[in-house]
């Protein structure tokens, strides 16, 4: 890969962290631009993925869904699990924003799988975060606490606030049992 490239897609990098969207997205696009010419497919996905959350961060959820669509497909093909299992969180992350909660929920739920597989434990953690915050807008109160009592099962190192909070998870979700 050429330095200039690299260059770029460094650059666009560090705009996306300083949170300017704009400049990010212009330097993943002409990553974009290089990777398509020189046909690197899976270069080209994980440009595709940083454009994506550049648009969510720019809060365009439509145009987010329509750039990481199919490229889960990409990661899949190179056995890429743990890009796969990004892409496909992008992709439900998009569908939140389209309030296609029902569909983003599916999808996370392949998300959960996939980090398991691959041993991602903190990614897990976050997926089931947004599992449950969809849950509670789906009005699946229970399933909710569980899915949030289990986010804090796969922490490690728990601190004593995150230890008290669990347990709170764990008491509400008994009373809600009986």
């Known amino acids: 890969m050429p330095e200039d490239i690299e260059q770029i897609k460094q650059k666009a990098l560090e705009s996306y962290k300083k949170r300017d969207f704009q400049a990010a997205l212009d330097g993943f696009n002409a990553c974009l ?23 969510l961060g720019l809060k365009d959820p439509q145009k987010a869904y329509d750039t990481v669509a199919g490229t889960d497909e990409i990661f899949a093909i190179y056995a ?12 439900a992350t998009a569908l939140e924003g389209l309030d296609r909660k029902e569909e983003a ?39 909710a606490v569980a899915s949030m ?6 922490k490690e190192n728990q601190s004593a606030k995150d230890s008290l909070f669990k347990s709170i998870l764990t008491s509400i979700r008994r009373k809600f049992i009986k």
Do not use: C, H, P
């Open 105 to 143: 929920l599916a999808i996370y739920e392949q998300v959960l799988e996939i980090f398991k597989e691959v041993g991602e434990k903190d990614m897990r953690v976050t997926i089931l975060r947004r599992i449950s915050d969809l849950q509670f807008k789906t009005r699946r109160q229970l399933q």
């Open 80 to 91: 890429d699990r743990k890009r796969q299992g990004m892409s496909l969180a992008n992709t």
């Open 33 to 55: 631009d290089y990777y398509v010419a020189s046909s690197d497919e899976l270069a080209e996905a994980e440009m595709r993925n940083n454009i994506g959350v550049t648009y």
């Open 149 to 154: 009592e289990a986010a804090y099962d796969q």
